[in-house]
């Protein structure tokens, strides 16, 4: 077997193997002669490439830590999904980010254009141990609403109210209440979340108590997050220290009027 770190003609895929078929003759005469142009209608060598993919569809939103599609060839896209579930006698919740929306400007600059949000899927239970997703309830938190969430105490509670299809002609037909208040022994908070859909006739209430260990955890989560859900870290990944340095050099009040400059 022998590896070929780079060809004259291009190649669709990275580091593919190159297996080596060649007779005893044939390779005496291509050790002999290193003019041997591998790249001609007679070339020697045969290109088998292989290529895995893995994904993970065993959760119950069937999620997955990898794309479920391969990518296109000679692209390699990387994407991971994640979430976090808490289960409950009653409910489960699980709890998943979404990235913010980038808009393309003129310059070849992209600009946010919405911000991400955090996706709260709650199911009520159906049995031991199980749960029925088909009956789940989704609530999206912004990231004004994660910050009421790590801010709270505990002892505090807070509410939050929203109507999916406000400001169009569906408006107030659609109602979603999520109530987070402390259990009454102090050892966490209850999230209670109400629906009412007219359009579907539906009315329906899920709750699901989180200790306090667990809401320790989601509020873990959401400080890491945040600064992602509002493109910061696109901003960050951008910066480039050579030339902000040339920058700064060649005209001190570069990126505004700084407070320490006047």
């Known amino acids: 077997m022998l590896r070929l770190q780079s060809l004259s003609s291009p190649l669709t895929t990275q580091n593919p193997k190159l297996h080596l078929n060649l007779s ?41 830590y990898a794309s479920q599609t391969p990518p296109a060839a000679g692209t390699f896209p990387t994407r991971f999904f994640v979430g976090h ?25 992209f600009k946010i254009s919405k911000d991400g949000f955090v996706l709260l899927q709650f199911a009520p239970a ?25 801010c709270l105490g505990a002892k505090e509670s807070c509410e939050f109210f929203h109507d999916p299809y ?13 109530k987070v208040e402390p259990l009454p022994d102090g050892s966490g908070h209850f999230f ?9 006739n539906v009315d329906d209430s899920i709750y699901i108590p989180v200790t306090r260990a667990e809401y320790t955890v989601l509020i873990s ?11 910061w870290h696109a901003f960050a990944n951008s910066i480039k220290p050579e030339e902000t340095s040339l920058v700064n050099s060649a005209n001190p009040r570069y990126g505004g009027d700084f407070e320490w400059s006047r």
């Open 192 to 200: 209670n979340l109400s629906v009412q859909n007219k359009l579907l």
């Open 85 to 109: 579930s808490i289960y409950k006698g009653k409910a489960a919740l699980t709890v998943e980010p979404r990235a913010p929306e980038f808009t393309p400007l003129d310059s070849g600059a």
């Open 221 to 231: 989560a959401f400080n890491f997050i945040v600064p992602y859900l509002i493109g």
């Open 126 to 150: 159906s049995g031991i141990r199980q749960y029925d997703w088909s009956r789940k309830q989704v609530f999206s938190l912004s990231v004004t609403e994660i910050g009421s969430l790590v």
């Open 24 to 64: 005893p003759t044939k390779r005496s005469a291509l050790k002999l002669n290193p003019n041997t142009n591998i790249n001609s209608k007679t070339s020697l060598f045969v290109v088998k490439c292989q290529q895995r993919f893995t994904t993970n569809t065993s959760s119950p939103n069937n999620s997955s």
């Open 166 to 178: 406000k400001g169009k002609s569906e408006e107030g037909k659609v109602r979603k209440v999520l």
